[in-house]
């Protein structure tokens, strides 16, 4: 029923229906024709029933995952403000040497410590008379990460003692090989919901699962909880004690998935 071809002697044949027709009475015609055309409808309504399309079932399957967090994130800022700019500059680049270096000596890689902005700006507070001068602020935050988040409080603490001005906000996150592994279980008990709720699917109307056609990840979600806080620092040069405690972080997968009902 792949293609449909008249071959020479079919079409002789043809020619000599007509031929016979001619000499038939309008009645035995019309008869012909109409068992012509229903033995037609049969021989199509075969090739179409051959070619149908199979039934689809769409599924969707969501895991959410609960891990300890691994690696720790926290900015700290060291603000200096001078006259000029270039004293600004001066200051806080002394500062950020030390706190830099102290945060090293405490067992972190140089690469674990790193900038995250720098501005030099004209400061100018505002009165009722209008702005008046304050100096010139230089601002260098820098980024922490520390793979051993229990020693995070450590870590702040020698920043302060050391010159920073404040701690902006501390971050629990997932290292790279810890979220890939997170990720994969997690999509891995998505999909294995998707295709449960096939088999489900194809038992209420008495079938049964076939192939797979297509399958696609919907969303794969992780969000790193921060902890906001701007940990001031006292003339002491000591930051307000602010407990920190890792939560759990939520890994959620979603998978999308067409199965064939035989």
Known sequence: CESLTIPSAAFTSYINIRSILFFMGRELQRSLFISLFLSLLLVLSACTAGTREPSIVSVSGQSTLNVEPDRAVFYSSIQTLKNTAEEAQEENKKISEDVIGALLLAGLDRDAVETSSYTVYRREDWTEKGPVFKGYQADHTLKVTAEDIEKIGRYIDIAVKNGATSIQSVNFELSD????????????????EAREKAEILARSVGGKVGKIVKVSESATNYYPIPIYSDLAVAESGKAAEVPIQPQTLEVTAQVTAEYEIR
């Open 177 to 192: 090989e810890k979220k890939r592994a997170t990720f994969n279980k997690a999509l891995e008990t998505a999909g294995s």
